[in-house]
């Protein structure tokens, strides 16, 4: 092992030792982590962000450094840290990319401000992409600009007949998993709801759901209080959701589908028996209703009874699914 690692290892490990570091232990543990660990080799770095990561008194700079670290070596301090802030989760899932993302939503416990920052990261994908594609066609029109009347109206042709053959060949050539324009989970869309159904908050559950069609919150609801778990197997399946992950969800939320049948649960079957394509095109036509019923934005659904306190959130609404329903106690004789 390297003089370096070993020193690193020795800081970190002098550091684990201290029940409750005073202010300047901690000060002089921040000025001395950086660069050992800058200076250490991948490995040291992996074993220090290991046992870090089950410490609760990681300075707050300390701790953003480490999570801002590639993924391969900050994994396990962003999914068991209770070190890093709301804040810098945040801060963390939108400056480092989706592989932290999706380390993220792994943690045991997630406030709701970082859960809707999560969420909010496809539509800020969407936002830069956009932007990307304007940046791109800006010097394209500024060339074509310059050319005269004549080589225009010869441009214009040639795009003209390039679209019609890109067309002919999507036709012909399209392949069997080609999804081009249809719409499609988000890998954290799909690990939010994974972990939703596991933990059995339907409520959030559905919070996701919606987000993910694009449509309100009445639509997704409608959706889980079918018991028989067939809209929601059709609408995981229309959006193209792993199939181990919506087999999972299922029966997590529709005890019914557990059992097993002929060597499969039924969630398998189910799962099995759906055409992804059909189910894309019926999960088109409840969005298309749900536009023509909710115009305007509805406001997510509290729960009953709850009273919103000034500056915090309504609860998402509990929605029972069968695997919600509890038996009713006996009466004592």
């Not at 962003?78 to 989706?98: F, K, V």
């Not at 496809?122 to 594609?133: C, E, Q, S, T």
């Not at 050539?173 to 939703?196: C, H, K, T």
Request: aromatic fraction near 4%.
């Amino acid at each position: 092992m390297r003089k370096k690692d070993v020193v690193l290892m020795a800081t970190v490990t002098s550091f684990e030792s201290l029940p409750h570091p005073s202010r300047s232990e901690l000060r002089q543990f921040a000025e001395l982590f950086a660069p050992l660990f800058s200076a250490s080799s991948e490995k040291a770095r992996r074993d220090a962000v290991a046992a870090l990561s089950q410490s609760r008194n990681v300075p707050p700079a300390v701790a953003f450094f480490i999570a801002s670290q590639p993924i391969a070596i900050a994994a396990p301090f962003l999914t068991a840290s209770t070190c890093l802030s709301d804040d810098a989760l945040i801060a963390i899932a939108r400056t480092q990319g989706e592989a932290h993302a999706r380390a993220i939503v792994l943690r045991e416990a997630l406030s709701p401000t970082v859960i809707d920052a999560l969420v909010g990261l496809r539509h800020d994908h969407v936002k830069r992409h956009d932007a990307a594609i304007a940046g791109i066609d800006a010097p394209r029109s500024e060339r074509q600009e310059r050319h005269g009347a004549e080589d225009a109206g010869r441009l214009g042709r040639e795009e003209e007949l390039r679209r019609r053959l890109k067309a002919l060949a999507g036709h012909i050539d399209r392949p069997a998993g080609d999804r081009l324009g249809l719409r499609n989970l988000s890998p954290i869309q799909e690990a939010l709801l994974v972990r939703f159904a596991r933990n059995r908050e339907t409520g959030l559950f559905a919070t996701v759901l919606a987000d993910a069609l694009s449509a309100s919150h009445c639509l997704s609801e409608r959706i889980m209080l079918d018991i028989s778990g067939q809209q929601l197997a059709t609408t995981l399946k229309g959006l193209a959701m792993d199939g181990e992950d919506a087999v999972f969800i299922l029966q997590r939320l529709y005890d019914h589908l557990g059992a097993g049948e002929d060597g499969e649960t039924r969630a398998a079957s189910l799962w099995n028996s759906l055409d992804e394509s059909e189910c894309g095109k019926r999960v088109e036509a409840w969005r298309r209703a749900d536009r023509y019923t909710y115009a305007e934005p509805q406001p997510r659904p509290a729960a009953s009874g709850d009273r919103e306190v000034e500056g915090h959130e309504a609860l998402p609404r509990l929605i029972r699914t069968t695997a919600s329903v509890r038996r009713p106690l006996r009466r004592a004789r």
